[in-house]
């Protein structure tokens, strides 16, 4: 009866782990911490728009994969001994697994976009793509917060 609370225990710990994981890089989703602070402006001009592809979340699904793969592992006998081996060996598999999982399930098509500032410099900023589609030449202007920037149409 323990192990089965135990178990539960760990599964719930799991799910309010990934829940909380996700944020948003897209640039019309604003970090609640943003609202009411003087953020930097600076104006550019799309140099050129390439697709790529922002990386997914392994670690959060490592753990999640382990804390389950050690929960069923260690339910599998009665033996403690036994049980504790299955444990380990449940964690290890989980964990890869699942932070094979956790990085194909939260990967995120995203834009890498080369602007020309007004002052002369040429950045790149990537940020997941949004609502908006740039185009090469397109005026733009780019909020700088706490080392962050995002991209948005003028």
């Known amino acids: 009866m323990i ?8 599964l719930m710990f799991v799910l309010s ?4 994981s996700y944020s948003s890089l897209k640039p019309e989703v604003v970090d609640r911490s ?8 600076v104006f550019a001009t799309v140099v050129s728009v390439d697709r790529v592809t922002l990386s997914g979340d392994g670690q959060t699904g490592a753990i ?11 339910s599998v006998t009665d033996s403690e001994t036994e049980s504790d081996i299955a444990g380990v060996l ?10 094979k999982i956790g ?18 410099q040429t950045v790149s900023i990537i940020q997941e793509e949004g609502d908006h589609t ?5 005026r733009v202007k780019i909020i700088k917060n706490r080392g962050k920037s ?3 149409p003028l």
């Open 64 to 74: 999640a994969g382990a804390l389950i793969g050690g929960a069923a592992g260690a």
């Open 3 to 10: 192990k089965m609370y135990k178990n539960l225990f760990t």
């Open 90 to 99: 449940g964690a290890l598999a989980g964990s890869a697994i699942g932070s």
């Open 17 to 20: 782990m990934v829940g909380c």
């Open 34 to 41: 943003a609202a009411q602070r003087m953020q930097t402006v």
């Open 134 to 138: 740039f185009r090469v030449s397109e």
């Open 103 to 120: 990085d194909a399930a939260t990967r995120k098509p995203a834009i890498e976009l080369m602007l020309d500032l007004d002052s002369g």
């Open 150 to 152: 995002r991209v948005m």
